[in-house]
């Protein structure tokens, strides 16, 4: 059995593949009378569209997003909302060598084992062009969760973080990584450009902070506010990794000083736990690091077999990104949305 939809009260199902005639969302459990329209979605799916700088994939789409069910008037009805994004620069002939051979790194060995087969046009199913669908799913859950404000940035890139004494919120939407820190943007240029010209890529981390929650979303034991975070990153293609608040460096702190102590408000006076505690939202700040690898499709010949177990060298040809965590900011705030409207929905449903 294949899993394609997540969620509880709000559940998604995502739909299509990378090369196929177009990708798409259905959105269930959304309440009703809620404003939306194609340009609540369009802004946010613009933020991940390939092509937007040259340290992207330079795949030309427009991603652009319609409705096509589960509207009425302008208004949620209540019922399935059902999203589609058409294809339209796909390029399967870059991808000939890969139907013979497996891309170290990628989805394909595995997916000929579970399967039998697989669509080898850029990877079908488990393309990154899938996310572009959780985007346009994340831009309606913002709708349910509007006090909710989610920012998300980079915070490293190939192994050199940016300063945090150097944050300038301002500088997000100024470099197209993302980044708070100028300077740090400006080294990252040099390094993906080298990385770029030698054939290679680059890992990086996103780090995702919640502004808004309130204390009491989540659940104590199997739908954990913080698990099911983890659960949702590491569903994004090449995320290995997850941190909620400090992460592995609490790890490393004594007790007295990890633990966030309180004073009357309640107030607390750190947030070392990331905004959740016994799996239900503190009222703080919720914070969320997620680890991308490097692209694994790059122009270096690596050593690999073929589907009969021949030892051969591949080389990935096409149009991909040389860095996957650039494009991945507005793939986490999506994923965040998603999770914390769907907790906000199940936290009513349970507690009015």
């Not at 708070?180 to 240029?189: G, I, M, S």
Request: contains cysteine; negative net charge; hydrophobic residues 40%.
């Amino acid at each position: 059995m294949s899993f394609n939809t997540f969620g509880h009260a709000l559940r998604v199902t995502t739909w299509g593949e990378s090369h196929g005639p177009a990708i798409g969302a259905v959105v269930d459990g959304c309440p009703p009378g809620i404003a939306l329209s194609d340009a609540d979605i369009q802004p946010w799916l613009d933020k991940r569209r390939p092509g937007a700088s040259r340290f992207t994939t330079q795949r030309r789409e427009s991603d652009t997003v319609r409705i096509l069910s589960g509207t009425f008037e302008g208004r949620t009805t209540g019922t399935p909302i059902s999203l589609i994004i058409d294809n339209e620069d796909q390029r399967s002939k870059d991808y000939a060598d890969v139907a013979r051979a497996y891309r170290p790194g990628h989805a394909d060995y595995t997916y000929d084992a579970k399967y039998g087969f697989r669509d080898w046009r850029g990877g079908g199913r488990s393309s990154a062009r899938e996310t572009a669908a959780r985007v346009a799913a994340g831009a309606i859950a913002r709708l349910i969760i509007p006090d909710v404000k989610m920012t998300a940035y980079l915070v490293e890139l190939g192994g050199d973080p940016m300063d945090r004494d150097s944050f300038d919120s301002d500088a997000i939407e100024a470099n197209p990584f993302h980044c708070p820190d100028p300077a740090a943007a400006k080294r990252w240029e040099q390094m993906l450009d080298d990385a770029r010209k030698a054939g290679s890529s680059l890992g990086a981390v996103v780090e995702c902070v919640a502004d808004g929650v309130p204390a009491g979303w989540g659940a104590p034991v199997y739908a954990k506010l913080d698990a099911e975070l983890a659960a949702a990153m590491t569903s994004i293609n090449a995320a290995k990794g997850v941190e909620i608040g400090d992460g592995f460096a609490a790890a490393r702190l004594r007790g007295e000083e990890n633990a966030d102590a309180m004073r009357a408000g309640p107030t607390f006076l750190s947030n070392h736990a990331g905004g959740i505690l016994g799996g239900i939202s503190t009222g703080q700040p919720v914070v969320v690091r997620v680890a991308f690898k490097p692209t694994s499709s790059i122009l270096t010949p690596m050593p690999t077999i073929d589907r009969d177990g021949n030892e051969t060298e591949i080389m990935t040809k096409g149009r991909h990104d040389p860095c996957v965590g650039i494009r991945a900011a507005p793939i986490v705030e999506a994923m965040l949305a998603l999770v914390l409207a769907d907790h906000k929905l199940l936290h009513r449903a349970q507690c009015g």
